[in-house]
C-alpha cells in the first residue's frame, strides 16, 4: 500500500527512465559566438593601441565580418512617412499654394502613392519651418500704385513732428452686405506674413457694403 501511494505522488521518479544530462539541457551547453572567438588576440593589440575598450573593437570586427562595413546601420521599424522625396513635394504645393488645406495635401499625398496622417504631413511641413497662420488683409494694389506710394512715403520722410500733428486722421466701420468677412489660414515661414502670396487682396467697394 505503501509503494503504491509513493508511486502515485512521485510517478516521476519511479517510471520516468532516466534522461542524460546533455538531453535535458541542450541549452546549457551553447558555444560562444565566432566573433568573439577568432581574433580576440588582435582585438586585445588594437585595443592596447587606441586606447579604447575591447569589447568596442570585438564588436566592430564581428559587424565588419557580418556586414562588411563598420557604419552605422538603420535601425529596425517601419519607414519614415512620407519620404524625403515625398517630403520635398509637400514643400512644393505649399510654396507654390500657400492657401492649400491639409486634406488637401493629403489627397496629394494619396495620389503619390505616399498615404500619410494629417498630423504627420504637418509635422513634415514644420521640418523646413512652414506653419498655418491666419492670413493678413491689404489693399489691392497695382505696381504703379505701390511706386506712387513709396515715392509719397520717402518724400514725407523728412517732415518734422509738428507737421505730422496737423494731419487729421480719419475712421471708418465697414458693414458687409455680401460675402463673409472671415480667417484664412495659409502655411508661410516666419517673417513672411506681408508677402503678397501670403496676404488677401480687398477693394475699395470690398464687393458690397457700407461704410461709415
Known amino acids: 500500500m505503501s ?31 565566432p566573433c568573439f572567438t577568432v581574433g580576440m588576440v588582435l582585438a586585445r593589440k588594437i585595443s592596447a593601441a587606441l586606447k579604447v575598450p575591447m569589447s568596442t573593437v570585438a564588436s566592430i570586427i564581428c559587424k565588419w ?5 563598420t557604419r552605422t546601420l538603420p535601425r529596425a521599424g517601419c519607414l519614415a512617412k512620407p519620404s524625403d522625396q515625398g517630403r520635398r513635394a509637400l514643400v512644393r504645393e505649399v510654396t507654390k499654394n500657400p492657401m492649400i488645406t491639409l486634406i488637401e495635401l493629403q489627397c496629394f499625398s494619396m ?10 504631413i504637418s ?22 500704385h505701390m511706386t506712387a506710394r513709396l515715392e509719397f512715403a520717402k518724400r ?24 463673409l468677412n472671415g480667417k484664412h489660414h495659409i502655411w508661410r515661414k516666419p517673417g513672411t506674413a506681408h508677402h503678397l502670396a501670403n496676404t488677401i487682396p480687398t477693394v475699395k467697394h470690398g464687393g458690397g457694403s457700407i461704410m461709415l
Open 3 to 33: 509503494l503504491y501511494i509513493a508511486a502515485f505522488i512521485f510517478p516521476s521518479i519511479l517510471t520516468s527512465p532516466p534522461v542524460p544530462a546533455t538531453e535535458k539541457h541542450p541549452h546549457g551547453m551553447m558555444l560562444p559566438p
Open 111 to 120: 495620389d503619390r502613392g505616399e498615404p500619410s496622417r494629417r498630423k504627420t
Open 123 to 144: 509635422a513634415a511641413l514644420h521640418q523646413p519651418g512652414l506653419y498655418g497662420r491666419v492670413t493678413r488683409w491689404k489693399p489691392f494694389l497695382s505696381k504703379r
Open 156 to 179: 514725407d520722410l523728412k517732415d518734422s513732428q509738428t507737421m505730422r500733428n496737423k494731419i487729421l486722421w480719419s475712421g471708418a466701420t465697414k458693414f458687409e452686405l455680401f460675402g
Open 65 to 69: 565580418k557580418k556586414f562588411g562595413t
